[in-house]
């Protein structure tokens, strides 16, 4: 079998553009602001996807009696999908309709997420703020990556309609379960197109000789059944997200005897491999596939707290670039900051934040949108086209953007108590 490879780093020197943010038009002509209100009994709450039709989906967290721990007793808390079409949140009122936590939701309305029915003690779902000395968003952030509980007593549903099938369970009757009862058989959901086929991998735990291996098995699901997708001539591989072709991208993982492990971008075309990156892409990882087959990819810089000074600075650099048709196109930014790209579109249009450094280990960070080699400062964009902040605020990263242009994304006050706007940005013509 035969891979095609890319030449990148060369296609990527022929597609470098021109720098900086730019005062071209490249995005819509106007756009209103949506507040996506709290909802009714929540304790906090955080949306994870927006689709075509600019209907937003996420999560709320709600309390649900204490739990004794430590001689005393703590609030529990259970969560329950929710959604927004304008800024009044809709929750199912029947008792099925909670316990789902959707990371992942397409334009039929289909959700796939954790599901549980065991209370918690979790309950905040913040967004990150800004400048930070903690973390930034990881090279692999995406709606499906927003934080979601999964306790031993949790599952993978999918959820169409009003019909909830537990794929880790429906999985397990073809690909085996657990033979203890310490772990049990789980289907991670990584990304679901709009016809539904859903991609992920199945772990099954299996005990032997006092320990415990998972067999994991990358599959893609679709009208209940599913199909393997092809390791080829790698260690492994790990799928990350699939388009409405069926087009699938991940990463495999293999062992170059004189530079070690190394993971590569692939795609899989009928659940085979076709195409992995060449090295210069290892530091890479995808982020999405979008309908015309272009691939998003992120920097993978390691970032830590731990380093130099000068090591966090040049860590900062994190880039981000589209892959597509053997070549490689990077988003540039001004003063060589980091772009940490969080979204694409079918139309290529990309949001994201560009990271800086605000001090000694602090990471500073202000959103953008890119199209056909031109970034733009979103905090300028919107203001020029009818939106601003309220006073003492400041816009996050974007998490999605939809085919219409609209833009999930929250601000936030600059001053303590930190206080949290989810928003929906509406993008006209």
């Known amino acids: 079998m035969s891979f095609h490879r890319p030449t990148a780093m060369a296609s990527l020197l022929a597609a470098a553009l021109t720098a900086g943010f730019s005062t071209a ?127 031993v007593g949790s599952t993978t549903m999918l959820r169409k309609g009003t019909v ?21 058989s789980m289907f991670s959901a990584k990304g679901m197109n709009h016809a539904g086929a859903i991609v ?47 087009t699938v991208v991940g990463t495999v993982l293999r062992n170059d005897p004189s530079a070690g492990y190394q993971s590569l971008p692939a795609l899989w075309v009928n659940q085979r491999l076709t195409t992995v990156g060449d090295v210069s892409l290892s530091r890479h990882k995808p982020l999405s596939i ?9 920097g993978d810089n390691g970032m830590s707290l731990t380093v130099s000074p000068y090591d966090f600075e040049r860590q900062l650099r994190s880039s981000s670039m589209v892959w597509a048709n053997n070549s490689v196109t990077p988003l540039v930014s001004p003063n060589n900051d980091g772009v940490q790209a969080t979204a694409m579109n079918d139309q290529g249009t990309v949001v994201g934040c560009i990271l800086s450094a605000a001090g000694p280990q602090t990471v500073d960070a202000r959103p953008f949108i890119w199209k056909n080699g031109v970034l733009l400062d979103l905090t300028q964009e919107w203001a020029s086209k009818g939106v601003s902040l309220p006073a003492g605020t400041r816009w996050g990263c974007p998490l999605a953007i939809n085919n219409s242009g609209s833009v999930l994304i929250y601000h936030y006050t600059s001053t303590l108590p930190t206080t949290f706007t989810w928003a929906r940005l509406n993008a006209k013509p």
């Open 290 to 298: 979008n309908n015309a087959g272009q691939v998003l990819l992120v």
């Open 200 to 246: 992920g991998v199945f772990s099954r735990p299996v005990s032997a000789s006092g320990e415990v291996n998972f067999v994991s098995t990358p599959l893609v699901f679709s009208n209940g059944t599913y199909t393997t997708l092809e390791v080829g001539p790698y260690q492994s591989l790990s799928p990350i997200d699939i388009n409405d072709t069926g």
């Open 25 to 151: 038009a490249v995005a819509q002509s106007a756009y209103t602001m949506t507040v996506l209100g709290k909802p009714t009994g929540a304790y906090s709450f955080v949306p994870t996807t927006l689709d075509d039709q600019g209907v937003v989906r996420g999560a709320m967290y709600y309390k649900s009696g204490v739990k004794f721990v430590r001689f005393t007793f703590l609030p529990a808390y259970l969560y329950q999908a929710v959604s927004w079409s304008g800024t009044t949140a809709t929750a199912p009122a029947t008792l099925g309709g909670k316990y789902l936590f959707p990371k992942l939701a397409n334009n039929s309305g289909w959700q796939v997420g954790p599901f549980n029915k065991t209370s918690e003690l979790g309950s905040s779902v913040s967004p990150e703020v800004f400048p930070s000395v903690t973390t930034i968003y990881g090279s692999s952030f995406r709606g499906a990556n927003v934080f979601a509980p999964g306790s």
């Open 164 to 184: 909830d099938t537990d794929l880790s369970a429906l999985l397990a009757k073809s690909l085996g379960n657990s033979n203890t009862s310490s772990f049990k």
